[in-house]
């Protein structure tokens, strides 16, 4: 793929959305289409131009997604070419054998660790290593007894489901710390000189930035009858536990304060930008992407919002009663300006944010869930009970702050 096809659609991705600021802005805050004069035709026809426009958006945004992985491919292709010549060009054949057979759920995994199978032999059970992708998606379920009468339906208690992780690039990292050199100095004088001139000096300096990987844990008490219900413990383990660390580091990557031992979230970085709503809430979200294309020289690919603050801009109409982004009978797109709108009650109320996910973050593993299971906690050996604990470890860098930007007062 010509990396000028990608730059091509970007171009036309970015005038597309200035041509449609330019509505709005001509419609002004109360929203009035018979203002505008880059459109042609009655309030009904401008709002119908105004939809296939958003619509468009839409599927150049896609297609700008689709470019950039397959850009991302070849890269990664033409790396692997690189160490193949390194290596001399001898390519190590994979046998059959090697081939990976279906991943196993966690809760598998753990009923086959040494720490679970170490606990039936009567010893307490050592520490188990699984590793267990932060992307993976778990449905909701508890623990229970052996089934007897009861149907297999379980229905899951109401909590906030896990979206922010889910934009966020992930790595792995066997360190403490994610180490990386920031470009903090970039003077460019390149310019033309006459001839046997002196040549204008550029300048060019590196900081070493550091983001320590940080633990985050949760445990549960449990009866060793519990236990013995092996599939029971799986269930749970497969839709609780891993759960609830992941939905704790959905919401760390948004609002953490970066105060030892919680990650820095985007919104308490220091270094993004903001800008404060006065006036029109679709214009604000333009200006925000705007400052992070501007000040920021990145690209937005999201919008992140609190699902009533989305509210108000689906349900907005023009004075005469038109819905602006589709009537209710249309599926419409959730996207704003061409960019996705990922709504979460994690995201502040009143609060929007918009930045270059894919290019400016990125969530470190340091390792998948470690499982313990021990019953030295309290009196839980004389009672029976044993006690589960579960952890991650990651590391949250955030290369460039400036590619985020918040929009407050929304």
């Not at 040494?114 to 590793?131: C, I, M, Q, R, S």
Request: hydrophobic share 40%; aromatic share 8%; net charge negative.
């Amino acid at each position: 793929m010509s990396l000028a096809i990608l730059v091509d659609k970007r171009k036309e991705f970015e005038a597309k959305q200035d041509k449609l600021h330019t509505v709005f802005k001509e419609a002004g805050s109360d929203i009035d289409f018979s203002k505008v004069t880059v459109l042609e035709g009655d309030d009904k026809a401008k709002v119908e131009a105004v939809q296939k426009m958003n619509r468009e958006l839409d599927a150049l945004g896609k297609e700008i997604a689709g470019l950039v992985e397959l850009e991302n491919i070849s890269k990664a292709d033409t790396a692997r070419e690189n160490a193949l010549e390194a290596l001399g060009g001898v390519s190590i054949p994979v046998l059959p054998s090697q081939l990976k057979a279906e991943p196993k759920s966690f809760g598998e995994m753990f009923t086959e660790s040494k720490a679970f199978t170490d606990y039936h032999g009567g010893n307490v059970g050592p520490v188990a290593e699984l590793d267990i992708p932060l992307k993976a998606v778990f449905s909701t379920t508890a623990g229970w007894a052996p089934e007897t009468i009861r149907t297999g339906l379980m229905v899951p208690f109401a909590t906030r489901s896990i979206k922010v992780v889910d934009i966020i690039p992930s790595g792995v990292t066997n360190q403490a710390a994610i180490v990386y050199m920031e470009e903090t100095t970039f003077t460019n004088t390149a310019a033309e000189v006459d001839e046997a001139g002196a040549k204008p000096e550029a300048a060019l300096a590196l900081t070493e930035r550091s983001v320590t990987v940080r633990k985050i844990a949760v445990w549960i008490p449990v009866t060793s009858e519990q236990l013995e219900d092996v599939v029971g413990i799986q269930s749970y383990l497969n839709n609780r536990l891993t759960f609830m660390l992941r939905q704790r580091l959905d919401q760390a990557l948004l609002t953490g304060t970066g105060v030892a031992p919680i990650l820095m979230g985007l919104l308490n970085v220091v270094g993004h930008q903001t800008f404060v709503l006065a006036g029109d809430q679709y214009d604000a979200v333009y200006q925000a992407i705007k400052q992070v294309r501007v000040t920021g020289l990145a690209d937005a690919d999201n919008v992140v919002m609190h699902p009533n603050d989305w509210q108000q801009l689906r349900l907005a109409r023009t004075d005469t009663g038109l819905y602006i982004l589709g009537n209710p009978s249309e599926p419409g797109p959730e996207r704003i300006w061409g960019l996705p709108v990922l709504q979460t009650v994690c995201e502040t109320e009143n609060t929007v944010l918009v930045g270059d996910f894919a290019n400016y973050c990125q969530l470190y593993t340091k390792k998948g869930v470690e499982v313990q299971i021990s019953d030295s906690h309290d009196t839980y050996f004389i009672y029976n009970k044993l006690a589960v604990r579960a952890e991650i470890r990651v590391a949250f860098p955030i290369y460039r702050p400036a590619a985020f930007c918040t929009v407050t007062g929304f």
